[in-house]
C-alpha cells in the first residue's frame, strides 16, 4: 500500500508542473502555431529569477517572476516572431532557437555553470495515507494545478480567450470584427511565456538550478501536446498526466539517464509517425451503437 501511495503522490507531483509546461506550450505551440523550441529556457528563467531574489518574500518573487515572464514574451513576439509569421513555421522555429541559445549563453555568463539550489519556503513533510512528503511539493502541485484551471477558464469563458482563439483562427475575419490581431497574438505568447516562467519559478526549490535545465524541460512539454492533440488545451493537459504517469513509470524501474533516454525515443517517435499530434475520435464500434435504429419503410 505505501509504495502506491507513494507512486501516486510522485505521478500527482509531475502532473502538476507538467500540466503548466503543457498547457503554456499548448497556448504558444497549439493555439499561435509557433514551434517554441526556447520553452525550456523560459522555464530556467522563472528558477533564475527565484535564485537571484534569494531574501525575497517567496510569493513576491512568484509575481516577479510573472512579470518579468509577461515583458519576456512581449519583447520576443513583438521583436522577433511578429516580423516571421509570414515566411512560416520554419523562420519561427530557428527565430526561437536564436532565443533559446541567448537565453542559455546569458544565464551562463551571469550565474555559472554549477548548479544553484533555492531554498523551499515551506519544510517538513505530511503524511498521507501513512507516507511522509514533502510539504512543498504537495503545496506546489495544488499551485500548479490552480493555476491550469484558471487559464482554462480565461480561455474558454472570457471575452479575452474568444479573441485569441478568433484571431488563431481567421486574423482577417478578426480584424473586420474589430478585434486587434497584433494585440491579441503578443497577449497570447506573452501570457503562455508568463505560465513556463511561473512553472520554472514554482519548481526551483526541487530543481538543482543550471543555464542546461531547459532542455530537459521540453520534450516532456511536447510530448504532453502531441499526445493531446495541438490546440486542444484540455487535451494537452491529459497529455501531461500520461507523461507524468509514463516518467514516473521509467524512472522507478530504470536510471535516470536511461529512463530519459526512453522518454526521448518515444517522443522522436511520436513525431515521425505523427507529425501533427494523435487524434482522438469514438469507436466507430461505439458510434454505430449509439445511433438510434430507423424503423424499416412502411412498418406501423
Known amino acids: 500500500m505505501a509504495d502506491l501511495v507513494s507512486f501516486a503522490l510522485a505521478v500527482a507531483s509531475l502532473f502538476g508542473f507538467y500540466a503548466l509546461l503543457a498547457l503554456s506550450l499548448g497556448i504558444i505551440f497549439g493555439q499561435l ?8 529556457e523560459f522555464v530556467m528563467v522563472g528558477a533564475f529569477t527565484m535564485y537571484a531574489l534569494d531574501g525575497v518574500p517567496f510569493l513576491l518573487r512568484l509575481a516577479v517572476a510573472v512579470g518579468i515572464g509577461l515583458v519576456l514574451g512581449v519583447v520576443t513576439e513583438r521583436l522577433v516572431l511578429s516580423r516571421l509569421y509570414a515566411r512560416g513555421f520554419l523562420a519561427t522555429l530557428l527565430a526561437m532557437w536564436g532565443v533559446a ?3 542559455r549563453q546569458g544565464a551562463d555568463a551571469i ?18 495515507l501513512g507516507v511522509a512528503y514533502p510539504a512543498y511539493r504537495l503545496v506546489a502541485t495544488a499551485g500548479c494545478l490552480v493555476v ?12 479575452f480567450g474568444l479573441k485569441v482563439r478568433a484571431t488563431v483562427d481567421n486574423r482577417e475575419m478578426a480584424s473586420l470584427l474589430g478585434i486587434p490581431p497584433a494585440v491579441m497574438m503578443t497577449g ?34 511536447f510530448f504532453a501536446v502531441l499526445i493531446g492533440r495541438p490546440g486542444s488545451l484540455p487535451g494537452s493537459i491529459l497529455g501531461a498526466f500520461v507523461v507524468a504517469l509514463l516518467s514516473t513509470l521509467l524512472r522507478n ?11 526521448f525515443a518515444l517522443l522522436i517517435a511520436l513525431i515521425a509517425l505523427r507529425p501533427n499530434g494523435l487524434t482522438w475520435r469514438r469507436p466507430a464500434w461505439l458510434t454505430r451503437s449509439s445511433t438510434p435504429a430507423t424503423a424499416p419503410a412502411g412498418a406501423r
Request: glycine share 12%; proline share 7%; aromatic share 4%.
Open 33 to 40: 502555431g509557433v514551434v517554441n523550441v526556447a520553452h525550456g
Open 101 to 103: 541559445i541567448v537565453l
Open 111 to 128: 550565474f555559472g555553470s554549477t548548479p544553484a539550489s533555492v531554498p523551499a519556503p515551506i519544510e517538513g513533510t505530511v503524511h498521507v
Open 148 to 159: 491550469v484551471g484558471v487559464m482554462l477558464l480565461v480561455v474558454y469563458r472570457t471575452s
Open 188 to 221: 497570447g505568447f506573452a501570457i503562455g511565456t508568463a505560465i513556463a516562467v511561473l512553472a520554472g519559478a514554482i519548481q526551483s526549490p526541487t530543481l538543482g538550478v543550471t543555464p542546461q535545465i531547459g532542455a530537459a524541460m521540453l520534450a516532456p512539454a
Open 253 to 263: 524501474n530504470l536510471t535516470e539517464t536511461v529512463a530519459q533516454f526512453v522518454l
